[in-house]
C-alpha cells in the first residue's frame, strides 16, 4: 500500500504563484507515473501534468492545458513529485490531487496500482 500526502495548496491573488508538494511513503517499488490532476467545480478531473519514468530510466514528461505556466519535478530517491504554479489564473481553481501508478514486482511479474492524494484546494482570486 501506497500513501500520498498532499501540501502546499492555498489561497492566492492572480499572477501569483504556488508550490505543491507530493510525499509518497509504505511499501514502495517503482512509480511508472507520478503527477498531479485536477477538479474544478462541476467540471471532471483534468491532467496537470505528469511524469513518466520508462524501463531505461528515462524520464518523459506531459502537460495537460496549462500552457508552460506549471513546472513538475520528480525525486525518485525521495519519493516526492512537486508542483511549481506560476502566473495563477482565476480558472485555475480547482482541488489538486497527486497521482501515481505504483509497479511492484516479484519473482511472478510485476502488477500496477494506482494511488490518489487526499486532495488540496488551490483558489485564485481575481
Known amino acids: 500500500q501506497v500513501r500520498l500526502v498532499e501540501s502546499g495548496g492555498g489561497v492566492v491573488q492572480a499572477g501569483g504563484s504556488l508550490r505543491l508538494s507530493c510525499v509518497a511513503s509504505?511499501?514502495?517499488?517503482?512509480?511508472?507515473?507520478m503527477g498531479w490532476y485536477r477538479q474544478a467545480p462541476g467540471k471532471e478531473r483534468e491532467l496537470v501534468a505528469r511524469v513518466t519514468s520508462t524501463s531505461t530510466g528515462d524520464m518523459h514528461y506531459e502537460e495537460g492545458s496549462v500552457q508552460g505556466r506549471f513546472t513538475i519535478s520528480r525525486d525518485d530517491a525521495k519519493n516526492t513529485v512537486d508542483l511549481q504554479m506560476n502566473s495563477l489564473k482565476p480558472e485555475d481553481t480547482a482541488v489538486y490531487y497527486c497521482?501515481?501508478?505504483?509497479?511492484?514486482?516479484?519473482?511472478?511479474?510485476?502488477?500496477?496500482?494506482?494511488?490518489w492524494g487526499q486532495g488540496t484546494q488551490v483558489t485564485v482570486s481575481s
Open positions: 509504505g511499501n514502495i517499488f517503482r512509480f511508472v507515473n
Open positions: 497521482n501515481v501508478l505504483h509497479e511492484a514486482c516479484s519473482p511472478y511479474g510485476c502488477s500496477e496500482v494506482e494511488f
